[in-house]
């Protein structure tokens, strides 16, 4: 009888053992069934961030050809401009004579020496010395 006792003894606790043993892995599935579905929910979240930002860099890729392109006919605008201003300052005589004068009191030329050089009016040289010490300050 001790035998069928130790043998019924080491059966129970056999049993005892894998019973713990199936309750430990149950634990263990539920534990990594829950941490794959908070995986799965940042995995949702973060297609979703992901598709929000390509939207977003899209529209700003193309904002920027926009502003390309209108920077673009700016530049144009203005190089027309400039050339259209320097024919003008070609065509007047008088308007040489003043952008001469100016240049000369961009370089420190006295009223005397502008009213001589340019032929124009000491009120004129007065005007300009003025106009220019008062931009330059």
């Not at 129970?12 to 053992?17: E, K, R, Y």
């Not at 024919?87 to 005397?112: C, F, N, T």
Request: net charge neutral.
């Amino acid at each position: 009888m001790d035998t069928l006792l130790i043998l019924f003894l080491l059966v129970t606790l056999a049993l005892a053992i894998a019973s713990a043993g199936v309750l430990f892995l149950w634990r263990q599935i539920a534990h990594l069934q829950r941490k794959l579905s908070a995986m799965e929910l940042l995995i949702k979240e973060l297609t979703r961030v992901k598709e929000s930002t390509r939207k977003q860099l899209t529209e700003l890729h193309a904002n920027a050809l926009g502003v390309g392109g209108k920077v673009t006919e700016m530049e144009k605008a203005i190089l027309a401009v400039a050339e259209r201003q320097q024919e003008i300052s070609h065509q007047d005589p008088e308007r040489k004579l003043y952008s001469r004068a100016a240049k000369m009191v961009e370089l420190g030329a006295g009223l005397d020496e502008i009213m001589a050089e340019c032929e124009i009016p000491k009120a004129e040289a007065e005007l300009l010395i003025s106009l220019r010490s008062k931009a330059a300050r």
